[in-house]
């Protein structure tokens, strides 16, 4: 039995206190390192040496702790999950966010609820989740089998570079700064290049009056059906939802056409960083109420400009989920703004939702569970070209 005194909510302060300090050294110490330790380690054998020990240790540290947040994620959820792992110091960095940080946010999530429960702060969500749905409308639920994403989807390194045939070419260096290129502004409250300035007189820094459409945000009127209360509508299953691929002009031109008649419309991206320097967005996945689009984004890269006939009409909700980096990627690769943008991440957070991940509304809502070793993928692979064997 262990001579450490029990934690009561009297006590919990203290303790807090202690824990936070033992995690503020061991930042420090981290924070602490030269950046030179490469260079030694080239030049001193014994250094090397001694250092790829402690690399090993601190690997074997780290999947430890992996292996505990995963048995206690798995035991709280009732759900069995595959078993997160490093499997070299490569995956420090290369997998670092599919499993360390993933496996951070699920246990800080599930602190801030036992902290709750246990200070007695505890408080149900601002609505209920999960409800009831009709027996003639619930659908089977969704799964999807264990197991690890097959490399040649993960990286194909035989593809060709798709940037290469961008006829924008990209500018990598740190001297140019990155302006927008508009070629006509939809919806406009104020024409192209108008200086706003703020409510006090005062004109806002040069660089954040580039946005084209920083004043029809600031100005926006919400259509008013935002704020009345409406009845839940059930999602319709894959089977009843039409699905069309877009990689045409002509199919480009279909889909707009389609957009153009919606209330509101959910987007999501692909985005690829792995084999080159800036990252460029792969795919675009748009949904209205009865239909989903995928759009090849590389094969229409300089057609997804005229989305913003639809994408800054304040008139037409865009559902993001956690949009802080989509909407730079819309920005710098297609010139695309968003105006009413709602963000279900933030509205999950809002509601004092136990957990606010894309995956875990897709199970509240939809009855869904999501294969999460896609976020892996390369996005660049389209359908018809073979990995080699």
């Not at 799964?143 to 390194?157: C, F, M």
């Not at 279900?344 to 957990?355: G, M, Q």
Request: hydrophobic fraction near 40%; glycine fraction near 4%.
């Amino acid at each position: 039995m262990s001579d450490t005194p029990a934690i009561t909510p009297a006590s919990f302060d203290d303790y807090n206190a202690q824990l936070q300090g033992a995690a503020l050294r061991a930042t420090r110490a981290a924070l602490g390192l030269p950046a030179d330790i490469p260079f030694h380690r080239s030049v001193h054998p014994e250094f090397a040496q001694e250092l790829d020990q402690c690399s090993e240790r601190v690997l074997s540290i780290a999947n430890k702790l992996l292996t505990l947040s995963s048995t206690a994620s798995s035991a709280a959820s009732a759900r069995g999950k595959g078993k997160a792992r490093l499997e070299s110091q490569d995956d420090v960095v290369d997998r670092f966010h599919s499993l360390v940080v993933d496996a951070m946010d699920q246990l800080l999530e599930r602190a801030d609820i036992g902290l709750d429960e246990f200070l007695g702060h505890s408080k149900a969500p601002a609505i209920v989740v999960n409800a009831a749905q009709p027996a003639a409308q619930k659908q089977k639920k969704s799964t999807v089998q264990p197991g690890r994403l097959d490399p040649a989807i993960q990286h194909a390194s035989h593809l060709a570079k798709p940037q290469l045939t961008f006829k924008r070419k990209v500018d990598n260096s740190a001297e140019t700064m990155w302006r927008p290129t508009l070629k006509h502004k939809y919806n406009a409250k104020v024409p192209l290049g108008y200086n706003l300035q703020e409510e006090d007189g005062d004109d806002v820094d040069p660089s954040s009056s580039l946005h084209p459409y920083r004043y029809e945000i600031k100005h926006i009127s919400y259509p008013s059906r935002m704020f009345q209360p409406a009845p839940p509508i059930v999602p319709r299953s894959f089977a009843e939802t039409p699905f069309s691929w877009v990689s045409t002009a002509a199919e480009f031109a279909a889909m707009l056409e389609k957009l153009r008649g919606a209330r509101e419309i959910a987007v999501d991206l692909e985005y690829h960083s792995y084999r080159t320097y800036g990252g460029f967005v792969c795919l675009m996945q748009i949904s209205t109420r009865g239909e989903d689009f995928v759009v090849d984004t590389l094969a229409l890269r300089d057609e997804m400009e005229e989305l913003n006939e639809v994408f800054t009409d304040p008139d037409v909700v865009k559902v993001f989920h956690g949009a802080e980096s989509d909407v730079v990627w819309l920005q710098q690769d297609f010139n695309l703004y968003v105006v009413n943008l709602f963000d279900t991440y933030h509205a999950s957070k809002v509601l004092d939702f136990p957990r606010h991940g894309l995956a875990a509304l897709l199970e509240m809502y939809c009855d869904f569970t999501a294969d999460k070793r896609y976020q892996l993928a390369d996005w660049r692979i389209r359908h018809g070209i073979q990995a080699p064997p």
